[in-house]
């Protein structure tokens, strides 16, 4: 059974920073592509970030110079989120693209950004 966990979530001020880790289990192949989604309360789920196969990095506007995503293997890849604001509250997914187009999702880490 093919697993996403995520960790690192929580709440922090804004300024702050947090570090997000999604850990694979039960592939017997690598992703093409991981990435990591976000969904605010009464907003749709949208992509921050996405590392694909060949390296590649893209990221939502709002997040370009703030987060950076890294694979460090085919089975981990986290998000480094810096300069944390309040609109960047949400409960953030780890996704996963297999080679035939085939999405997986982990049970989502909340961060909440507050004073």
């Known amino acids: 059974q093919v697993q996403l966990a995520e960790s690192g979530g929580g709440v922090v001020q804004p300024g702050g920073s947090l570090r997000l880790s999604c850990v694979v289990s039960g592939m017997t192949y690598p992703f093409r592509d991981m990435a990591w989604y976000r969904q605010a309360p009464g907003k749709e789920r949208g992509l921050v970030a996405i590392v694909t196969n060949d390296g590649g990095k893209r990221y939502m506007d709002s997040v370009k110079g703030r987060f950076t995503i890294s694979r460090e293997d085919k089975n981990t890849v986290s998000l480094q989120m810096n300069g944390l604001k309040p609109e960047d509250t949400a409960l953030y997914y780890c996704?996963?693209?297999?080679?035939?187009?085939?999405?997986?999702w982990g049970q989502g880490t909340q961060v909440t950004v507050s004073s």
């Open positions: 996704n996963g693209i297999t080679m035939y187009g085939v999405d997986y």
